[in-house]
């Protein structure tokens, strides 16, 4: 009876490897993944727990609440022409939720720390964080991955990377290609060459510095010896450490969720999002209030795409910068653009040229203010003056000086040659105190 039983059990777990292998094949060689994977005990596991009604009702709704989000990164896939299964990390990362917890912590749909952001050139300072912008950070990551595959040479081990870093996958893989080359070729352990590739692992795990020397390591037993083999590391990654445990796991959802995908079981995965995104130029010093406004779009909702702006303004440091708006109101922005004025824009960028600014217009304004009333008479002659500059400005054309960076109100009338007082007084200017956009009207 045991006998039969065990027999049983052998031929169910043959027709179950079978029946992924024949449906599911395309996934497994997208990510270069040796049939046997879908035999490993754990994948089995995952993929019972994942493809549960339960777990499927709830990553369908999950997917059905982030459609915008999750059709950026599968267009994004499509057309970089990434392995499936890519489109499951922000799943895994951040269930597709465009976020960020700190200033040092993971951002975006990708999860992305500050350092891995620079690396791939996403800005990220106090005005901008490109970590959060839904297609520049969707790119960065397609450049990321394609970069450890290169390196790799297998997507599986590229996504894996992607978990736990370039360094630890190498040094996981050479190990593994070494322990495996000994097993087949024992007589060759004192070998010159195998000594050195011992002391670089060494030196590699001491230092995390001679990555190179990992990959030729790699390249030369693991490929070309060919001793590298995967179902050999997976079988003896528990003894041996050669990737952390969670990275494998890591893998083995994204597999499974590629498969319950292909198996058109996430229904919502290809729920059409309320719009797609168009990528436009917006001046800088625009407030995002005034361009949700102006193309008739509830403010919530349009910071809601455009979270890579911190502020409430287009960053005043370049020209213009790029920010996103339904496909459906591009011909509005195009025709409104041109009406909404840029706001008034500090022109002291810098923290402390900021508080240096500021102390000394605060000593302008107490100057202006310690007036006795002794000088009464003379403040009821300037009135006079005043009044005049002001009947002159209703009767003349002014020259209009529109405020750049650097421009100060000494410097303006030093460059049109008029009395600093008299234009403050027509510009109605308590201090010298002027902002970037600011239009000075200069009466000669």
């Known amino acids: 009876m045991n006998k039969i039983i065990f027999i049983i059990f052998i031929l169910l777990n043959a027709v179950y490897a079978a029946t992924l292998n024949e449906i599911d094949s395309k996934v497994l060689k997208e990510l270069d993944i040796e049939p046997s994977f879908l035999s490993n005990r754990t994948f089995k596991n995952i993929f019972d727990e994942y493809s549960s009604s339960e777990n499927i009702s709830y990553y369908n709704n999950m997917l059905r609440k982030s459609s915008l989000n999750a059709q950026i990164v599968k267009t994004e896939i499509k057309n970089e022409n990434l392995p499936d299964a890519v489109f499951f990390i922000p799943l895994l990362e951040s269930s597709f939720v465009n976020q960020t917890r700190g200033k040092n912590s993971p951002a975006g749909i990708w999860q992305f720390v500050p350092e891995t952001a620079s690396t791939l050139k996403l800005r990220n300072d106090e005005f901008i964080d490109e970590r959060l912008d839904l297609i520049k950070s969707t790119d ?14 297998k997507w ?51 230092t995390k ?14 490929k070309q010896q060919a001793a590298y083999s995967f179902d050999y590391l997976l079988d003896n990654n528990q003894e041996k450490k050669y990737l952390p445990e969670s990275s494998v796991v890591y893998l083995n959802k994204l597999v499974a969720f590629s498969i319950i995908s292909n198996r058109n079981l996430f229904k919502s995965i290809n729920n059409k999002s309320k719009y797609k995104l168009e990528k436009v130029k917006a ?58 004025t ?76 008029v009395d600093i007082k008299k234009l403050k007084v027509v ?10 956009g600011d239009k000075i009207e200069i009466y000669k």
């Open 140 to 153: 960065a990551a397609s450049l990321f991955l394609n970069r450890y595959n290169d390196k790799l040479d």
């Open 156 to 206: 599986y081990l590229a996504l894996i990377a992607y978990n736990c870093g370039e360094g630890r996958v190498i040094e996981g893989v050479a190990r593994a290609s070494l322990d495996r080359y000994l097993e087949l070729n024992p007589n060759m352990s004192d070998n010159p060459n195998i000594l050195g590739y011992k002391r670089s692992l060494e030196e590699y795990r001491r």
């Open 209 to 222: 510095s001679g990555i190179k020397d990992l990959y030729n390591i790699y390249n030369r037993l693991g």
């Open 283 to 340: 001046n800088k010093g625009l407030q995002l209030r005034s361009i949700a406004s102006a193309i008739g779009m509830d403010y919530e909702e349009f910071k809601s795409i455009n979270k890579h702006i911190k502020k409430d303004t287009i960053p005043s440091d370049s020209r213009n910068y790029s920010i996103y708006i339904p496909t459906e109101k591009l011909d509005i922005y195009n025709q409104r653009m041109s009406t909404i």
């Open 342 to 417: 840029p706001i008034k824009q500090p022109i002291v960028e810098n923290s402390k040229d900021r508080k240096k600014e500021e102390k000394i217009n605060s000593k302008d304004i107490k100057k202006e203010e310690k007036v006795s009333s002794k000088d009464s008479k003379t403040k009821e002659k300037q009135s006079a003056k005043d009044k005049k500059l002001i009947d002159k400005k209703d009767s003349d054309k002014p020259i209009i000086h529109v405020v750049k960076k650097g421009d100060t109100l000494d410097s303006v009338a030093k460059k049109y040659k």
């Open 427 to 436: 510009n109605s200017k308590k201090s010298k105190l002027i902002d970037i």
